[in-house]
Nanobody
């Protein structure tokens, strides 16, 4: 089993920045890729960014050039640096980890961007 705990969400004005963290514990040896998803009210959960154990990254078009995903394998932690935030970035952000036979999810952290 893997446990994921997110932190770093909050309220920020448009144009501001936030940094999300996702700390993994438990069977961390089984984790390959990690990612961040988000879900806005009335919308489906969508991939924001992902990063493999080797550091290869993938971003949604809507956040390219503004968000940066990274991970510290020694600390078993993934990060999402969010810059130039827009009101449409408002959502609950979830951390995701790919295990050997299943995916794991964190509890989510709210990000609200005011205009």
């Amino acid at each position: 089993q893997v446990q994921l705990v997110e932190s770093g969400g909050g309220l920020v004005q448009a144009g501001g920045s936030l940094r999300l963290s996702c700390a993994a514990s438990g069977s961390i040896f089984s984790i390959n890729a990690m990612g961040w998803y988000r879900q806005a009210p009335g919308k489906q959960r969508e991939l924001v960014a992902s990063i493999t154990k080797g550091g290869s990254t993938n971003y949604a078009d809507s956040v390219k050039g503004r968000f940066i995903i990274s991970r510290d394998n020694a600390k078993n932690t993934a990060y999402l640096q969010m810059n130039s935030l827009k009101p449409e970035d408002t959502a609950v952000y979830y951390c995701n980890a790919e295990g050997l036979i299943r995916y794991y999810w964190g509890q989510g952290t709210q990000v609200t961007v005011s205009s």
